[in-house]
């Protein structure tokens, strides 16, 4: 015998083993705590934007109908060219549709929509509370529809002539749920 070691059971090769399987933990146990923190703020942040853009439309909106009167700006073609671009910059579910104090769809990016019942949950109960004569703050609330976990800016005019509703689903980080599920 020569007293040569095989590779295989080599001590260079138990630690580089060693270092490439703690590495591999590390790195498994960063995703673990960082992904829910990360998500997290990610939505919040987005639910930040949705309230912006839901009271900046809002206002909009309502500053016409105080100079315009209701009958004349909530329509199709008035609301259609003020809100078409209402939306999260480069997320598709986004949009803002527009309901009445009743519950009836004013104005909706789907045409086949307007004049139907309001079908969100959430935005049933702000009519519901608007009825009842209570103040409705405007806000951002998270929801599920259809299947969909979602967030809405919803916006109440002072004269109570409309709500206005940003939406858009609740998104995930998609490059880290691959490696992680959320």
């Not at 409309?162 to 959320?182: E, G, H, K, N, Q």
Request: with cysteine.
């Amino acid at each position: 015998m020569t007293g040569k070691v095989k590779l295989i059971n080599s001590i260079r090769t138990r630690l580089v083993a060693i270092i490439v399987i703690m590495c591999i933990l590390s790195g498994v146990g960063m995703l673990l705590i960082v992904v829910p923190k990360v998500k997290d703020e990610y939505s919040k942040t987005n639910g930040h934007y949705i309230e912006d853009l839901a009271i900046s439309y809002g206002s909009m909106v309502e500053y016409q109908v105080e100079e315009n009167g209701a009958e004349a700006v909530l329509k199709f073609e008035v609301l259609d060219h003020d809100l078409s671009h209402a939306h999260l910059e480069g997320i598709e579910s986004s949009y803002a549709y527009v309901v009445s104090p009743d519950g009836i769809m004013v104005y909706h990016p789907t045409p086949e929509k307007i004049g139907q019942p309001v079908e969100n949950a959430a935005v049933k109960q702000t009519v519901e509370t608007l009825k009842s004569g209570k103040d409705v703050k405007n806000e951002v609330i998270e929801y599920e529809f259809k299947g969909e976990d979602k967030f809405a800016g919803i916006y109440v005019d002072e004269g109570k002539n409309f709500i206005l509703v940003v939406t858009a689903d609740r998104l995930r980080l998609w490059r880290l749920s691959i490696i992680l599920p959320m």
